[in-house]
């Protein structure tokens, strides 16, 4: 029986695959083999001139669960990998395991996490990883998606300056509720309450496999993500009160959701419930990119938000430099920046060898610019930084195991 392709513009028609056959025994040209995580179905790579893409066999059913909340995701700016098309009927039987499957684009420098412990281990990640765990399951909540199978398995992670970037991978068992309403506190909890058993299991296995005692797994790391999206998520939906003499507290509070990350849309203003003069704030979130947004507007440059934070700083600190603060010498800064600071250094950097994330590199750079300008107390040039960080080995945030192994992405 003849399949059924649906195909996103923009993309190859993937017509030139057999889908007769288990995703097991292709054996065309274009597959690659690219380091991946556990899976409870089969998944392959596929590298197309356009870019490769990823190709998940499942049941009819949740592949086209799967697709739709990753289209619904992606509309909402959420932090998921990108749809891009799904087969169906290669099976009379729409339950059987290769009656379906989900076509999606690679995710450029991710890896598993398994590559993480492969390495070095969590070290001094372990902390960026948990608060970038949470934080992905906070920006699901607030795109109303209950996810109902989060878990290590189903996320992926990139370096992000001195940060991790969580993506979500696997929605089969998701669902979003509808755009006018929210999760209930009851689903965001049940949600939370799966993520620990699920983060449990993995940690235990993880331990059997390196042949340690049950006692020796990490079996609170979920618990200790939990800690962290509850906190924050109080943080984005605290309401305050405020006196009208007290303005200036709204700016506070757009202030601090925009150091998390997180655009506002909306700020709500409504008298307190006691009857007095003072106001209570609730601000309606927008996505987890307010960094990024900025930096973009700015310059045109796309990079992920923490990356966005740590190059906007630097521009703003070119800007310091050559004085000028109305809102068009800011433009004319950014476009010269950009064309002296920027782009000049972005090539010296792709010109090295082994680099991997060009971008991620830059924010490396940045970084030991400020490191070296702190021990020398003075400042620092970043043409002097880059010589000194090629001559100590280009320290920076990512662990080489990983992005080594990321390499050929």
């Keep these: 029986m003849a399949p059924q392709i649906t195909i996103r513009p923009g993309h190859p028609d993937f017509l030139d ?10 054996k065309v040209e274009n597959l690659i083999d690219l380091p991946k995580g556990i899976s409870r179905h089969e998944v392959r790579f596929l590298s197309y001139s356009v870019g490769i893409y990823v190709v998940k066999e499942m049941g009819v059913a949740p592949a086209r669960t799967d697709y739709q909340v990753l289209r619904a995701l992606e509309a909402s700016a959420a932090p998921a990998v990108i749809p891009v098309g799904v087969v169906e009927g290669r099976r009379r039987d729409p339950a059987e395991e290769h009656a379906a499957a989900l076509i999606t684009a690679y995710e450029p420098f991710s890896f598993s996490y398994r590559e993480m412990l492969a390495g070095p281990g969590f070290g001094p990640r372990r902390q960026q990883m948990l608060d970038a765990f949470a934080n992905l399951l906070v920006q699901l909540h607030l795109a109303g998606c209950f996810w109902g199978d989060c878990s290590l398995s ?48 993995g940690m235990a296995d993880i ?26 998520w109080a943080e984005l939906r605290a309401e305050e009160t405020v006196h009208p003499s007290e303005r200036y507290k709204i700016k506070d509070r757009i202030d601090r959701v925009n150091r998390l990350g997180f655009d506002v849309e909306e700020v709500g203003l409504v008298p307190n419930r006691d009857d007095t003069a003072e106001l209570r704030i609730s601000v309606k979130l927008g996505g987890r990119n307010f960094h990024s947004n900025r930096l973009k507007e700015l310059t045109g440059i796309d990079a992920l938000e923490n990356q966005a934070r740590q190059i906007l700083a630097d ?11 109305s809102a068009t010498e800011k433009e004319v800064h950014a476009i010269r920046w950009r064309a002296s600071e920027f782009e000049p250094t972005l090539a010296r950097i792709r010109n090295l060898e082994g680099i991997v994330d060009p971008l991620q590199a830059y924010t490396d750079l940045l970084h030991h610019r400020y490191v070296m300008a702190a021990g020398l107390g003075r400042d620092v040039t970043t043409a002097e930084a880059f010589e000194d960080w090629v001559a100590r080995g280009r320290p920076g945030y990512p662990l080489e195991e990983v992005q080594t192994d990321s390499k050929t992405s």
């Design 17 to 26: 695959l057999p889908w007769d056959q288990p995703l097991a025994q292709w």
């Design 207 to 232: 331990a059997a496999e390196a042949g340690h005692d049950l006692a020796a797994a990490d079996l609170d790391l979920g618990v200790d993500i939990a800690d962290r999206y509850h906190n924050l």
């Design 315 to 325: 521009l703003h600190y070119y800007s310091c430099l050559v004085g000028g603060e």
């Design 154 to 201: 189903n996320v992926l992670y990139r370096f992000d300056a001195e940060a991790i970037e969580t993506i979500m991978v696997d929605a089969e068992t998701a669902f979003l509720v509808p755009s006018d309403s929210e999760l209930s506190r009851g689903q965001r909890e049940e949600d939370v309450s799966i993520m620990i058993e699920n983060v449990a299991g």
